[in-house]
């Protein structure tokens, strides 16, 4: 079978049912982990893909190739964000128009609510777990935050994207993981100022790459977004000189049973290696 982008043997679907046999005090953290040792399976960086052999192991059960070990511990799926005096509608935040000066600072841990926190309250998508590869940052100006960003893992497959790039499926299961998804963008509610949006994703694309070097060992090619038609018109993204590439079909990547009920986005990537065909199709 493949999942999540490799090929389960019956010989490794055999090797999971009987660790799972013989290791009655095994758990599911414990079982990912020894099976991506066991195979070598591992992110650019050298980390264990340990979150996609999760996926991957409750489909190889879905499908009734396994049993699983028991869950010894129910993780709540709810999104729990709490609201602070930090978070609360500020005065207002007039930015000159030209040139302004941005700095990306990588939200950390104790920072971290404060993130989830304003994505909830100001964005229309609210706050949810970004998947994969993913960094966040604030952005400031004179000190003074003015914006969030979120970026994480690309869409698996997206027919816009897939055919402007040009690579086969094997050619994207080895170089997806060089596109990073814009995943948010949100300049608070009560920061005005002309072309501030086109700046920030400007400045964003030059020093992404270099922080997703200093954590995941390796720089992005390409960025993408996805832009609600129904919403905006992408108007900051092409002034920035990202390029709109096509449309999304209305379908979720859990939809199996065809109900197309996703709203429609406009396909935008942005280039961060100019050679990034000649790299990916290699």
């Known amino acids: 079978m493949q999942i999540c982008g490799r090929n389960f043997t019956a010989e ?30 591992t992110t650019p960086g ?11 192991l409750l489909r190889l059960e879905k499908s009734g190739l396994i049993r699983l070990p028991a869950v010894q511990k129910k993780v709540s799926r709810t999104t729990s964000v709490r609201y602070s005096e930090k978070g609360r509608p500020q005065e207002p935040i007039r930015i000159a128009a030209g040139k302004v000066e941005l700095c990306l600072s990588p939200v950390k841990r104790k920072t971290a609510p404060l993130f989830n926190e304003l994505i909830q309250r100001y964005h229309y998508l ?7 590869a993913q960094m966040r940052f604030f952005v400031y100006t004179a000190n003074q935050l003015v914006a969030l960003l979120g970026f994480s893992a690309a869409a698996w497959r997206v027919a816009g994207r897939d055919e402007f790039i040009g690579w086969s499926d094997a050619q994207r299961k080895a170089h997806l993981h060089r596109v990073v998804n814009n995943s948010r963008f949100l300049i608070l509610p009560w920061v005005e100022g002309k072309n501030l949006a086109s700046q920030i994703l ?21 960025l993408e977004t996805f832009v609600e038609k129904q919403r905006f018109a992408g108007t900051c993204y092409k002034a920035a000189n990202w390029i709109c590439v096509g449309d999304t079909l209305g379908r979720g990547k859990w939809d199996c049973q065809n109900r197309w009920d996703k709203p ?10 100019r050679r990034y065909k000649e790299r990916i199709c290699r």
């Not at 609210?126 to 994969?132: E, I, K, P, T, V």
């Open 46 to 56: 050298g980390g264990l893909k340990e979150m996609s052999c999760r996926v991957a």
């Open 12 to 41: 490794e679907i055999h090797w999971i049912d009987q660790k799972v046999q013989t290791c009655p005090d095994l758990n599911r953290v414990q079982l990912s982990r020894l099976f991506c040792q066991h195979v070598d399976w």
């Open 264 to 273: 429609i986005k406009s396909i935008w990537l942005y280039a961060l290696d």
């Open 126 to 132: 609210g706050y949810s777990r970004m998947c994969g």
């Open 202 to 222: 400007s400045h964003a694309a030059r020093k992404v790459p270099d922080f997703w070097q200093q954590r995941y060992g390796y720089k992005p090619w390409l």
